[in-house]
Nanobody, 122 residues
Framework: QVQLAESGGGLVQAGASSELSCAASGRVFAIVELGWYRQAPGKQRELVSTINAGGGINYADSVKGRFTISRDNAKNTVYLRMNNLKPEDTAVYFC????????????????WGQGTQVTVSS
């Protein structure tokens, strides 16, 4: 059973920093991409940032220059460092993974974490 375990988040003041982490466990042959998405109340889930196997990184325009994604391949873990948080960053943050379970698998799987709440007070 492949699982994603998220940690971090909580209540922070505007301008503060916080960090999220997400560790993948279980039978994972190769990870194609790790990323973070978020969903605010009444809004659709949106991309925050992704990092692929080659180290390519993508950020939403709203977080560029403030958030930094990184990964530890040995630990199958992805991190999201969030600086200068704003009230509009308040959302449930979800970890996301694209991966192969086996060498011979045709097409990759995807998995979502359970989500962790980040609340930024003004």
């Amino acid at each position: 059973q492949v699982q994603l375990a998220e940690s971090g988040g909580g209540l922070v003041q505007a301008g503060a920093s916080s960090e999220l982490s997400c560790a993948a466990s279980g039978r994972v042959f190769a990870i194609v991409e790790l990323g973070w998405y978020r969903q605010a109340p009444g809004k659709q889930r949106e991309l925050v940032s992704t990092i692929n196997a080659g180290g390519g990184i993508n950020y939403a325009d709203s977080v560029k220059g403030r958030f930094t994604i990184s990964r530890d391949n040995a630990k199958n873990t992805v991190y999201l460092r969030m600086n200068n948080l704003k009230p509009e960053d308040t959302a449930v943050y979800f970890c996301h993974m694209l991966f192969y379970r086996t060498y011979s698998q045709m097409g990759h799987d995807e998995l979502w974490g359970q989500g962790t709440q980040v609340t930024v007070s003004s």
